[in-house]
Nanobody
């Protein structure tokens, strides 16, 4: 059974930080790009970042570049999203997902291979 378990969300003040984790199982970690989408009320879903470490591929959306960093621990089949200097517009449900490729199209990609349940990030002013 494929599982992508996201965790690490919470309530934080603007300017603060959080680290999201996505622990995966049920598929070969190295064969997939894994990353994050976010969905805020009234806004379109946005692909934030992805990584496929076996190919040295990463993507960070312009909206979070310089503030968010994605990394992976292949031994743990887990990826992380370090989110610094959080802004109110970063508020949303963050979903972990897996697909075959990590590229700039991640930002607007629609149909992905696997999805996990989300974790809520709330940034207060």
């Amino acid at each position: 059974e494929v599982q992508l378990q996201a965790s690490g969300g919470g309530l934080v003040q603007a300017g603060g930080y959080l680290r999201l984790s996505c622990e995966t199982s049920g598929f070969i970690f190295d064969d997939y790009a894994i990353g994050w989408f976010r969905q805020a009320p009234g806004r379109e879903r946005e692909g934030v970042s992805c990584i496929r470490s076996s190919r040295g591929s990463t993507f960070i959306a312009d909206s979070v570049k310089g503030r968010f960093t994605i990394s992976s621990d292949n031994a743990k089949n887990t990826i992380y999203l370090q989110m610094n200097n959080l802004k109110r517009e970063d508020t949303g449900v963050y979903y972990c997902a897996a697909d075959l490729h990590c590229s700039a199209s991640w930002r607007v990609r629609d149909a992905l291979e696997f999805w996990g349940k989300g974790t809520l990030v709330t940034v207060s002013s």
